[in-house]
Nanobody, 125 residues
Framework: QVQLVESGGGLVQAGGSLRLSCAASGRSFSTYTMGWFRQAPGKGREFVAVIWSSSTTYYSDSVKGRFAISRDNAKNTVYLQISSLKPEDTAVYYC???????????????????WGQGTQVTVSS
């Protein structure tokens, strides 16, 4: 069983930056595929980014070039650096994990096994 705890959200002005963190419990973190999703009010959960055990990354088109996912296996933590924030980035951001090597299906929330409780990011215009 893996537990995920996100932190780092908050209120920021448009154009600003935040770094979100996701601390994972359990063993074998370095072998897990880790991801970030977000959910805006009244909308479904949207894929943001994924990082595989190799540290290869992939992003949704809406955040590519502005967001950066990274991992520190020594700290069992995955990060999401979010920059050039826009009001439409306002959402609850969720960390996700799976022990499986998922590729094309990584964009689907139902392919992930573990979720954090989420951290709110609010961008003011």
């Amino acid at each position: 069983q893996v537990q995920l705890v996100e932190s780092g959200g908050g209120l920021v002005q448009a154009g600003g930056s935040l770094r979100l963190s996701c601390a994972a419990s359990g063993r074998s973190f370095s072998t897990y595929t880790m991801g970030w999703f977000r959910q805006a009010p009244g909308k479904g959960r949207e894929f943001v980014a994924v990082i595989w055990s190799s540290s290869t990354t992939y992003y949704s088109d809406s955040v590519k070039g502005r967001f950066a996912i990274s991992r520190d296996n020594a700290k069992n933590t995955v990060y999401l650096q979010i920059s050039s924030l826009k009001p439409e980035d306002t959402a609850v951001y969720y960390c996700a994990a799976t022990p499986r090597f998922i590729v094309g299906s990584a964009r689907s929330p139902d392919k992930w096994d573990y979720w954090g409780q989420g951290t709110q990011v609010t961008v003011s215009s």
